[in-house]
Structure formats: C-alpha cells, structure tokens
C-alpha cells in the first residue's frame, strides 16, 4: 500500500474487554515496530517484527499485551483484559532494516 | 539505559522567528539521532538524522547537530512558518536502523502570524 495503516483509528472499550489493533505495513517492508504514546509520555517501544518472528518483544507492559504477524505482513496487537492505564495512542511502523521507519496514524484506545 | 530529553512545550513563536528546541540523550555506544514530526491529522515523520558525531541532518530549513561532547541533538530553523506548527519527537536508535527507537516526550510548536 501507500503507507502504513492502522485500523480502527479509534476505540472506546469497557474495562476487562478484550481489544484487537491492526497494522497493515507498506507492502514489502520486513520490519514492523508497534509503540505506544500515553498522554504526556513520549513513545515507548512495545515489540519489533522481523518477518514473522518477534526478536524483541521487552516492550510489553505485561502478559495481558500480545501481538502477531502473519505472511510477513499484517500484524494485530491484541490487549487482554483492559485496563484504563491502557489508555493511549497505539502506533505501527515498518521498514526495510537499515532503513528509516514509516508510521501509521495509529489507534487511540480509551478505555473507560 | 537509554533515554531522550526534550524541552518541554508547547512553544509558541511568530512566523519568521529563530527556532530551536532542545534534546540531550543519555545511551551507551555511538547511537544515531533522528527527529521525527507529527503534523495536525497525519502520522509521524522523519525529518533528519544524523548517525555519527559532528554529522549535521538537515531538511526543510531545519538543522541539527550531533554532539557527542554536550551528548546533544538540538533542533534549529532560522525562519519558522506557521506550516511547521507541528509536534516535534526526538529519538535515538542504538543500532544505526530505525529500530526500537527511544523517543522523547514531544514538543508541541505552534507558529502565529
């Protein structure tokens, strides 16, 4: 595609739900990189993608965070359980390695 | 481990004023350098990098300087417009790619007629 595209752009959840964000990458690149802005923090790493394998994923918060890749392209991040720390601008990025990172729009979660 | 600080906003300045934001970095080794942008509406981009000491990024009217003695990246236009109101992120990569950024907080700018 033309760019990075995230999906929804936003989502408003219930506490204790579960919540799917996706990531279509611009075709071709092999690496994907999922970050997240909460309100008056800068962007903190949550996992990178090379290919489909996840070689740093030190990045999630704890173990109700996971994400997926599949056929090298698109990638979910799925957060169990939500709770209102939740709450943040999820973005996607991807790139070919050594190269500058694209990013999409992101997805703002609230979780009331 | 590593971090980026960044001057904290927002900042307000008139069209055609001297800009510059601050950024100091703290991490281990020879990391790249980079600044990204976040327009009204899109999504972030990059807007220069540097990726050795004393190498100077610059694009769009903007510079920045990597300074390993001041541990330093500041952001600088001679001549802002109300078209660069904008976030400003500063971020390091420890491996030369764009991988794992470390960001700072932002800087919100906002240019006035």
């Known amino acids: 595609g033309a760019g990075v595209s995230q999906s929804p752009s936003n989502k408003v959840t219930e506490k204790g739900k579960d919540v799917e964000l996706r990531c279509d990458p611009i075709?071709?690149?092999?690496?994907l990189y999922w970050y997240r802005q909460s309100l008056g923090q800068g962007l903190e790493f949550l996992i990178y993608?090379?290919?489909?394998?996840?070689?740093?994923k030190s990045g999630l918060p704890s173990d109700r965070f996971s994400a997926e890749r599949t056929g090298g392209s698109v990638s979910t991040l799925t957060i169990q359980r939500t709770q209102q720390e939740d709450s943040a601008v999820y973005l996607c990025?991807?790139?070919?390695?050594?190269?500058?990172?694209?990013f999409g729009q992101g997805t703002r979660l609230t979780v009331v | 481990g590593n971090s980026v600080t960044q001057m904290e906003g927002p900042v307000t300045l008139s069209e055609e004023a001297f800009l510059t934001i601050n950024c100091t970095y703290t991490?281990?080794?020879?990391?790249?350098l980079f600044w990204y942008v976040q327009y009204p509406g899109e999504g972030l981009q990059l807007l220069l990098k540097?990726?050795?000491?004393?190498d100077k990024g610059s694009n769009k009217g903007f510079e920045a300087t990597y300074r390993k003695e001041t541990t330093s990246f500041h952001l600088e236009k001679g001549s802002v417009q109300v078209s660069d109101s904008a976030v400003y992120f500063c971020?390091?990569?420890?491996?030369?790619?764009?991988?794992?950024?470390?960001f700072g907080t932002g800087t919100r700018l906002q240019v006035t007629l």
């Open positions: 990025a991807s790139s070919n390695p050594g190269d500058k990172a694209f």
């Open positions: 075709s071709g690149h092999t690496a």
């Open positions: 993608f090379q290919g489909n394998s996840a070689p740093d």
């Open positions: 971020a390091l990569s420890p491996t030369g790619t764009a991988s794992k950024l470390t």
């Open positions: 991490a281990t080794g020879y990391p790249s």
């Open positions: 540097a990726t050795k000491a004393d």
